[in-house]
């Protein structure tokens, strides 16, 4: 009977743990994420990996895919921040080009628009937000957080 009392406990005991970790360890993924690539979205892959290699890793792997969509449309974003002193911040042109399927060019003049940020070795992995400054501007890019 006592070793019986002894497995419930430390199994309730586990099962509370489990319950209680950080909830910030796990992805968001909002309701957007279902619908399917945008031609810009799908564009703006193939301009960062590459057509064979976007096929391959990107469009041909459900998560990829899924986690892509998720930083193109809710984890990036530019802003304008006016009055404030920037230049703490890293620029965009310390960031590295991602060139591991192709080689990338930077771009001369920023299109806040149309700019893509697969291009970039940004921190899309990261717990902690990324900002970094457009050259020379009162542009920040935002990477938030997929923990969010």
């Known amino acids: 009977m006592k070793r ?25 993924y909002p309701d957007n994420i279902d619908n399917p690539l945008t031609t810009e979205e799908k564009g703006m892959i193939i301009d960062a990996y590459g057509e064979q ?24 974003e530019i802003v304008e921040i006016k ?11 310390d960031v590295p080009l991602f ?13 806040i628009k149309n700019f893509n940020p697969l291009k970039y070795q ?8 990324e900002y970094v400054r457009i050259d020379d501007t009162s542009y920040v890019i935002i990477i938030k957080s997929q923990f969010q």
């Open 53 to 76: 290699a976007a096929n391959k890793y990107i469009f041909n792997i459900p998560q990829r895919l899924k986690n892509t969509k998720h930083i193109l449309r809710n984890r990036f």
């Open 4 to 28: 019986i009392l002894i497995v419930l406990v430390f199994t309730i005991s586990s099962h509370n743990v489990l319950l209680s970790q950080d909830s910030s360890k796990f992805v968001k």
């Open 99 to 111: 060139n591991v399927y192709k080689k990338n060019k930077r771009d001369k003049v920023v299109d």
């Open 83 to 93: 009055n404030k002193d920037l230049s703490k911040l890293k620029k965009l042109s």
């Open 122 to 129: 940004f921190h899309f992995y990261s717990k902690e937000a």
